[in-house]
């Protein structure tokens, strides 16, 4: 059977393969030996900004710790992982020198008010809507290279990625 004919038969499959794709194109997982890196976005920055934010879940489902212990990018002089904590009242930002700690069979959310990948010195500016390539470096699985969305922050009320 050719597809028009299938299709003629079955219409409520058009449907499903469109759906299909659009969920394919907006999940954005990365799977990485035992780690799974969901969805990276940046915060759109200021224009005047020379500073962003980027944000993923991380999966562990070794039996071991993990390490994110650097990021490299072409669009950034440096990057750095932070934490937010609120100390009296003022959202205070650590820097963390060994970088991120995933746990064995866990999960951490880099996510805004917590952890984070700052990106500093910024090359060029981010506009939402397109994509940033970083090389992220994994103290045991090794290096990946992950495409982080420009998101703006607006819309990141409204989209839940849980
Ligand atoms: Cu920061």
Known sequence: MNLKLFFKKFPFLIIFFITL????????????GKLTIDHP???????SSNVAAGYMKITNRGNNKEFLI?????FSKN?????????NNIMK??????????PPKGTLTLQPKSFHVMF???????IKGGKEKVLLNFK???????????????KKDIHNHN
């Open 21 to 32: 794709n659009i969920y394919e194109a907006s999940s954005h997982d990365y799977y990485f």
């Open 41 to 47: 976005y940046i915060i759109e920055p200021l224009p």
């Open 70 to 74: 650097s990021a490299k990018t072409s």
């Open 79 to 87: 990057t750095e992982f932070h934490y937010m904590k609120m100390e």
């Open 93 to 102: 930002m650590i820097k963390l020198e060994n970088g991120i700690e995933i």
């Open 120 to 126: 500093i010195g910024l090359q060029k500016q981010l």
């Open 140 to 154: 045991k699985t090794g290096e990946i290279i992950v495409s982080f969305n420009i998101e703006s922050i607006d």
